[in-house]
């Protein structure tokens, strides 16, 4: 039977979001397109999602609502 190290998996999985975070990020700054910050929010969210528990994540997005709906 096959051991898993949970923390080398948790480890790579949050260096892998971190950086994509990081690469997108960096992307925006240098277009100052509306696209690319928002591909840089979205790394970002995926990036704390690692760190938030399950009902973290649901209220968080329960608050994320449309633009149009906030009105």
Same mark, same amino acid.
């Given at each position: 039977?096959?051991?898993?190290?949970?923390?080398?998996?948790?480890? &790579?999985?949050?260096?892998?979001?971190?950086?994509?975070? &990081?690469?997108?990020?960096?992307?925006?700054?240098?277009?100052?397109?509306?696209?690319?910050?928002?591909?840089?929010?979205?790394?970002?969210?995926?990036?704390?999602?690692?760190?938030?528990? &399950?009902?973290?994540?649901?209220?968080?997005?329960?608050?994320?609502?449309?633009?149009?709906?906030?009105?």
């Amino acid at each position: 039977m096959a051991v898993i190290d949970l923390q080398s998996h948790r480890s &790579a999985a949050l260096e892998a979001a971190w950086e994509a975070y &990081a690469s997108a990020a960096r992307r925006a700054q240098q277009t100052l397109t509306i696209e690319d910050g928002i591909a840089a929010g979205a790394a970002w969210r995926r990036f704390l999602d690692l760190h938030m528990t &399950a009902d973290q994540r649901q209220r968080l997005s329960a608050a994320m609502l449309p633009m149009e709906l906030r009105r």
